[in-house]
């Protein structure tokens, strides 16, 4: 009786240790990729944080490399101030490049953040097909995640040229750097995945509020193919958006952009990043890194409604130049709606009025937090793309009546422009006026071929005239300013150190 | 024929003689021999087996250790016992015959407790080895850890700090790891635990063993590499016995040692020279140093105190005739050195064998435990730690204002400004909270049943738990951020740890001996589970100092506030093989293979096999003729053992659920994949080779061992950078590689052994290490302040190697500079690259590694002596050839004077003509100059930290008659920390290491950080021990 009781006890022990499951312990406190991606709900999360890194895009780095990185915008030189060389290397054409990389943290920061976007979307893209659900929330949801994935390729092709090309979710540490993969490619892939997305999202008016939808991915294709110069196929797209009905322009310029709470995703919006203002940190910051410094708390207060009990310091950026302010046409109603002035007591200047973008400086209660959403394409750019594309094809006509569309917006008389050279003037500077500050300007500059005749006479004055571009008197321009005018920008050195390919 | 027949003969003799003597006893009347025995120190043994020579005709002590036989003049009893040396006593028609026997301290007989049983010394393969606790027992010390230091061969063990029951730092073998856990395998009758060793009660503790080599650890497989330590506690042995010792004492921080801070008219006069050295105007509260006479506040010193601890511990053992059992409650109680610092500790441990029939055995072990430890944050950088905050406070400052209340908020009169203002650290200490409560539980059950005869078949199921709670509150009025008024926002923190350990193990145990071919086979299969769940919630803002409860607080911070939840399993198939010839020629195989759920999904088994040999060459017919060597053995192991400290979840890719998108206004819940999975991720793994010899003289009475050792760890784990075009900045991978080796003696001497007996202790260790590879593509890794490096020693100290100071403009102008910062009178660094410029980082670096915190050896003496009813035991530890990063001079040697500096820098330079020491630069042109001597770290913060000290001396006294009261007593005086013999001039600490305690300095790639850590007091204790 003893002995069978002892051999049970044993043999109770052997089997304890056998069941398969006891060495798989998952994490309880946190899901892992063992218990993810197994249903319509995790694939929603997943799509939701792949719009994430487009906040800090748009709040911190892409102004800096598309639009402080042109004639439209400079920094407000502070010389109390150090610190500054990486924004004003931008700003100034001399971003440090050595065998086609370069340390600025800013170019390092945008390309990262791509990747991001790009990781995020390859593993939804990777495991979707492989789970069962319904239909037309997996088709949207594919959707989404393939025009972001486009969406982030082309910011890259269109800044550095080339890029590691990932289409697959990095699984060991050899996958992680591949070799770099030249424009074409990337165009081949960003076609491919923009036409996909239009095929898989719904229109605007059956889309979630803020999500993509398949007139945003036809933008995008269609500013893909302009800047291919495809003109005919870009213009069908751009007649697929303006025949859907989906879009409108806002009565009013000021109208089209999103105040802090308010007005968000309005009729002419094809795609806004998207802010919260609250402490959640889903909050953007962007119009006060436009603000010139250092800013007192009353100089503050008309501007955003803010009240801070301490000064804004350190050095202003994304000032508009003299050159922006003079390209608006008498009697443009966007000029007082895009540009404001403020005079700053702590200047060392002797004129101490700074203008500052307008456009976004809605009035909202938190300091230094706002819920204005970005413009990435807005319902007039289409209307101005497809004037572009038509001009170009030599459909005059066409392209005059959408180009005089805007201009009647801004208050303005048709355009005086019949011949297709000075159409596309016309139009390149209607997109000057219309789009400015919306990072449109140093790629239109670029795939249109004017970049460097522009940037170079932009540098001359310059340094010719440092006072008009806010250096205070005695201050000249960097001694590097305007030596490094290239169209793209060398990779970044930090990843460059951990890839074996460039 | 002849020589048969006289052989024939002589046997014949023996055989009549043997039955004359037979006869002789059996037919006449015997006087009767009673007695007592003992051990050398008193004891009462029971049990012991007393027999007469030559006759079958025995009989056993009783619980008192008394016997009684009957025996004829001349004739000779034998007593004997397990564990000590046979004794024959001739009986000289005296009635009362008490014997003492002595601990048998041969080769031959001495029984280890090794991995998954118990082996011969003699007969043992691997590097093993065991400390003669009892020695120690006298040490007034609360961890075991304390206790060992200076008594193991190739085993540093450092007191990184003097907080009551923490920071002891034991490194076997130098083993040493990039990511992972170095702490040994701590194995408690045959249970790994997972909880900490130093709130162990020592007094429970019998036996310890460590084990070293892979030849002795591979039964512990993924756990075994950085060495396993088992200890076995005290069982039920010879009658009744019961035991009470006691001792208490009181503990000081000794001024010798301490960091020599300027006082109030120094410093004040330190500040006068700043401003006139500078050219500008001096301010007035520092025209006159003198006026701080007698206004000198030694805010360290306030800090500490004269303090009281005292330990109880009853012992109670039982041997039965069919049960045994071993009873030892604890209290121990330790006030801090520092204000406000309390540990108590209340331990019970019950261990109990039954023998429910002459083949099956069962056991329960049950041992709970209390551990109250409160300690106000004294440790850490600067703003965090006390002590350090304290040391560098303006002597000026007061601690009392005039109401003799303790001030609030020191900031400097006046407006200088420019003496950064801090709380008053006294009452920080005196109104932080910083308390954990555990309450602990170890037990062991097991049944053996030996259903034939060599076999054994033992099951065991042993739990651990632990609760834990812990409080942080920071009243309002307590501490803050430099230069933060007080009051402040009070801060709480608790959080409450529930864990549960289970392991069962079964195990078959096979010996035979067939003819002179002994064997041994074990085999056994195990499962382990570990499951811990915590509670964190932290708080500010409170309406009320007075009350921590959460509910008081107006804020719950959300970031500090969280569940946790941390499991791991392990299960394993273990087998040994042990087979010896003639106990001359010795072998052992054995393996372990571990599953574990730490191991990503395509690598989750691991094999660990080992070999070993030996070979006792003094029982070889040719040692005959070297009468002097009475013991030699040659022994050599090879084997294979993991560390998987390398986290429990690692190899998965988590995912944050916390990335949120946002449409319109609405939040939309995100999740994002935050890691990289690594499947294959496993443990690291150590190949390891021993070489030893192990040696007797002169019957024994000389020991001496010696062992080589040369391991490769491999597979180091580690978090790799990657190209963060993958969309991850890290991937945890096995890579690595760092050779370990060295070389380790052991002597024990009996020098004496007449009335005056005197044993020496002596152990050195000589302990190397070098980085053999890294990642691909990456050849260093820095810490903090160290350079980890492939081609060289872990952890170096990395910095610019400096040259005094700039003499003279000439000296200036013909030496490399810092562009732009360096003056006359400035830090002299060398240009290492010879680029004319001194560069810190980046391209140019003139960095080079400028020390080393590991010693080039280590060394433990331990003598005791015994004369008549005194002993006496002296035990000293010494490290050589190590060095200390000096941190907290960023701090205390601050040239801009906006703390309190050491005296030192008094002698700083001053002017061409004033040159100073050479040591401390100018003070002219504030943090462009000054900062670069403080923030880049060169070499003058690197000290020798070589050092012996005598950790312990206790003298004894032993009352060995027997009265109504007890039946024997010894008291003694015990002085632990006693002197300390070092030219560091870092702090009172040369064992410190800030990052072991966790705090600060970027974990295993930075060591021997020294911050001013709380130092190791002197304590001076009486102790009694009484049986009954």
Not at chain 2, 710 to 715: A, P, R, W
């Amino acid at each position: 009786m003893k002995k069978t009781l002892i051999i049970i006890l044993f043999l109770s022990g052997l089997n304890s240790g056998c069941k398969g499951d006891f060495l798989s312990l998952t994490p309880a406190t946190s899901l892992s990729s063992a218990t993810f991606f197994v249903s319509e709900n995790d694939f929603k999360q997943a799509v939701n944080a792949a719009y994430v890194p487009l906040r800090t895009i748009y709040n911190d780095r892409n102004w800096l490399l598309n639009e402080m990185h042109s004639d439209n915008t400079y920094y407000a030189r502070n010389i109390l101030f150090g610190a500054t060389e990486q924004q004003e290397d931008i700003a100034d054409f001399a971003v440090p490049t050595a065998n086609g990389v370069t340390s600025n943290t800013h170019v390092l920061n945008e390309y990262r953040q791509d990747y991001q976007i790009i990781a995020r979307t390859n593993q939804i893209l990777a495991l979707i097909d492989d789970v069962d659900f319904d239909a037309a929330s997996k088709a949207n949801l594919k959707g989404q995640a393939q025009f972001l994935r486009a969406f982030a390729y082309f910011d890259l092709v269109k800044l550095f040229g080339k890029a590691p090309l990932h289409l697959e979710p990095v699984i060991d540490r050899q996958g992680a750097a591949l070799p770099l993969a030249e424009a074409p490619e990337l165009y081949t892939q960003i076609i491919s995945d923009a036409t996909a997305a239009i095929a898989n999202l719904p229109l605007k008016s059956k889309q979630e509020a803020g999500r993509v939808t398949s007139g945003s991915a036809r933008t995008l294709l269609a500013d893909v193919y302009l800047t291919q110069k495809k003109w005919a196929e870009a213009e069908t797209l751009l007649q697929a958006i303006v025949s859907s009905g989906e879009y409108t322009l806002m009565p009013t310029y000021e109208q089209a952009f999103s105040d802090t709470d308010a007005n968000k995703n309005n009729k002419e919006s094809v795609f806004e990043v998207q802010y919260l203002q609250g402490s959640a940190g889903l909050n953007g910051t962007f119009m006060y890194n436009f603000l010139p410094r250092p800013i007192a708390p009353d100089e503050l207060l008309p501007i955003t409604g803010t009240s801070n009990p301490q000064p804004l310091t350190g050095e202003g950026n994304n000032i508009p130049t003299p050159d922006i302010i003079a390209a608006y046409e008498d009697g443009d109603t966007r000029k007082d709606a895009s540009i404001g002035y403020v005079t700053l007591g702590g200047s060392l200047r002797d004129n101490k009025v700074y203008p500052y973008i307008k456009k976004y400086a809605k009035k909202h209660s938190l300091h230094n937090n706002t819920g204005s959403n970005w413009p990435v394409y807005r319902y007039a750019e289409v209307i101005l793309m497809l004037a572009e594309a038509q001009a170009e094809q030599g459909k005059t006509a066409d392209a005059a009546n959408n180009l005089n569309i805007v201009r009647t917006r801004a208050g303005l008389g048709a355009t005086t422009a019949s011949s297709q050279d000075a159409l596309r003037t016309a139009i390149y500077n209607e997109r000057r006026v219309e789009l400015a500050f919306e990072n449109k300007r140093w790629p239109d500059l670029v795939r249109t071929g004017r970049a460097l005749d522009v940037i170079t006479a932009y540098g001359n004055r310059i340094k010719s005239k440092p006072l008009d571009y806010y250096y205070p008197s005695g201050a000249v321009a960097r001694s590097n300013a305007f030596s490094n005018i290239s169209l793209l920008y060398g990779l970044p050195a930090d990843e460059s150190a951990l890839s074996p390919y460039f | 024929m002849k020589q048969n027949f006289t052989s024939f003969l002589g046997k014949m003799r023996d055989a009549i003689f043997a039955f004359v003597l037979v006869l002789y006893s059996s037919s006449f009347a015997f006087s009767q021999v009673q007695g007592t025995v003992t051990d050398q120190s008193g004891e009462i043994l029971a049990g012991v087996s007393v027999s007469v020579k030559g006759t079958n005709k025995g009989t056993l002590t009783d619980m008192n250790g008394t016997y009684k036989i009957d025996a004829s003049n001349n004739s000779i009893l034998v007593f004997s016992f397990v564990g000590y040396a046979s004794l024959e006593k001739t009986v000289t028609g005296n009635q009362t015959l008490n014997v003492s026997l002595e601990v048998d301290e041969k080769f031959l007989s001495e029984v280890v407790v090794v991995g998954y049983g118990s082996q011969l010394k003699k007969e043992i393969t691997g590097a093993v080895q065991t400390v003669d606790y009892k020695d120690l027992k006298d040490l007034p010390v609360s961890q075991i850890g304390q206790k060992l230091q200076g008594q193991l061969a190739g085993v540093q063990i450092n007191q990184t700090t003097g907080k009551p029951g923490q920071g002891m730092n034991i490194r076997i073998r130098g083993q040493l790891s990039v990511s992972a856990g170095s702490d040994p395998l701590y194995v408690i009758d045959g249970f790994p635990i997972t909880g900490n060793i130093g709130s162990i009660n020592p007094d429970e503790i019998e036996d310890i063993s460590i084990l070293k080599d892979a030849a002795s650890t591979s039964l512990y497989g993924s756990r075994a590499a950085n060495g396993v330590v088992l200890i076995t506690t005290k069982k039920g042995k010879g009658g009744t016995h019961i035991s009470f010792n006691t001792f208490a004492g009181i503990q000081q921080v000794p001024v010798k040692g301490r960091i020599e801070m300027m006082d109030a008219v120094e410093f004040a006069q330190f500040k006068n020279e700043y401003y006139t050295d500078a050219g500008q105007p001096v301010p007035i509260e520092f025209q006159n140093p003198k006026q701080y006479e007698g206004k000198n506040n030694d805010w360290y010193d306030a800090l500490l105190r004269t303090a009281p601890l005292q330990s109880y511990n009853l012992t109670l053992t039982n041997n039965g005739e069919k049960s045994r059992t071993s009873v030892v409650a604890g209290v121990f109680n330790q006030e801090g050195v520092v204000i406000n610092n309390a540990y108590q500790r209340y331990s019970l441990r019950i261990n109990s064998e039954f023998d429910i029939s002459s083949k099956v055995k069962v056991g329960f072990n049950l041992a709970p435990q209390y551990v109250y430890d409160n300690t106000p944050r004294t440790d850490g950088d600067r703003g965090t730690g006390i002590l350090f905050n304290a040391l560098h406070t303006w002597p000026v400052m007061p601690i009392y204002d005039s109401n003799g209340d303790l001030t609030l908020f020191n900031k400097f009169p006046g407006s200088t400004g420019n003496i950064f203002a801090y709380a008053n650290w006294v009452r920080a200490a005196d109104q932080l909270v910083n308390e954990t409560k555990n309450t602990n539980l170890l037990t062991n059950a097991y049944l053996a049943y030996q259903p034939i005869k060599g076999l054994t078949l033992k099951s065991t199921f042993n739990v651990e738990m632990l609760g834990s709670k812990f409080l942080f509150f920071n009243p309002s009025t307590a501490t803050s951020a430099i230069n933060t008024p007080i009051p402040t926002t009070a801060v709480s923190i608790r959080e409450s740890i529930d864990r549960l350990s289970w392991l069962n193990e079964n195990l078959a145990t096979y010996a035979k001996t067939i003819n002179d071919h002994s064997f041994e086979i074990l085999a056994g299969f195990t499962n382990q589970k570990f499951t811990q769940e915590s509670t964190r919630i932290q708080a500010d803002t409170y309406s009320d100092d007075r009350i921590s409860a959460v509910q008081g607080a107006i804020n719950i911070n959300r970031g500090g506030t969280n569940n946790g939840v941390e499991e791991w399993s392990l299960t394993s198939l273990l087998s040994r093989l042990t087979y010896n010839y003639k106990g001359k020629y010795l072998f052992t195989a054995a393996v372990r293979r571990d599953g574990s759920s730490r191991f990503g999904s395509d690598n989750r088994w691991g094999t660990f096999p080992s070999v070993s040999a030996g070979w006792v060459i003094s029982d070889e017919g040719f040692m005959a003729n070297y009468s002097k060597i009475s013991f030699a053995k040659l022994r050599t192991s090879y084997g294979v053992i993991g560390n998987n400290n390398i986290g429990n979840y690692t190899s998965y890719a988590l995912i944050n659920n916390t990335v949120n998108g946002v449409f319109g206004s609405t939040v939309a819940p995100g999740a994002i994949v935050s890691s990289l999975a690594n499947s294959n991720l496993g443990w690291e793994t150590t190949k390891q080779f021993d070489i030893g010899l192990d040696l007797g003289l002169y019957n024994d009475r000389i020991q001496f061992v010696y062992d080589y050792y040369n391991k490769h760890t491999t597979n180091l784990l580690y978090s790799v950078q990657v190209a963060q075009e993958a969309g991850f900045s890290n991937f945890n991978d096995n890579i690595g590689q760092i050779n370990f080796w060295g070389h380790e003696f052991s002597l024990n001497t009996k020098n004496l052994t007449k009335a005056l007996r005197w044993n020496t202790n002596f152990n050195i260790s000589f302990n190397r290490n070098k980085v053999i590879a890294l990642a691909e593509g990456i050849d260093r890794v820095y810490g903090t302040f160290h350079i980890t490096q492939v081609g060289q020693p872990f952890g170096q100290f990395y910095g610019h190697i400096a040259q005094g100071v700039y003499l003279n403009k000439a000296d200036l102008d013909s030496s490399p500079q810092v562009p732009g910062r360096s003056v006359v009178g400035s830090i002299k660094l060398t240009d290492q690259n010879g680029d004319g410029i001194i560069t810190n980082g980046g391209n140019f670096d003139d960095r080079v590694i400028m020390g080393n915190p590991f010693p080039k050896f280590t060394f433990g003496i331990t003598n005791s002596f015994n004369y008549k009813n005194f002993d006496l035991n002296i035990v000293g530890y010494s490290s050589i050839g190590h060095s200390l990063l000096v941190r907290h001079l960023y701090s205390t040697a601050n040239l801009d004077g906006v703390f309190n500096l050491v005296k030192e820098v008094q002698y700083r330079f001053r002017s061409e003509a004033n040159p100073g020491k050479g040591f401390y630069g100018t003070t002219v042109g504030g943090g462009n100059v000054t900062g670069i001597e403080r923030d880049w770290m060169n070499s003058r913060f690197v000290a020798d930290a070589s050092f012996f000290t005598i950790k312990n001396i206790t003298l004894g006294y032993t009352i060995n008659k027997k009265n109504k009261i007890f039946n024997s007593a010894r008291i003694y005086t015990s002085i632990q920390q006693a002197l300390q013999f070092t030219k560091y001039w870092g702090g009172p600490n040369p064992e410190t290491s800030a990052q072991s305690n966790g705090q600060g300095d970027g974990g295993n790639l930075s060591p021997g950080v020294d911050l001013s850590n709380y130092p190791v007091p002197r304590t001076y204790t009486l102790g009694i021990n009484l049986n009954f």
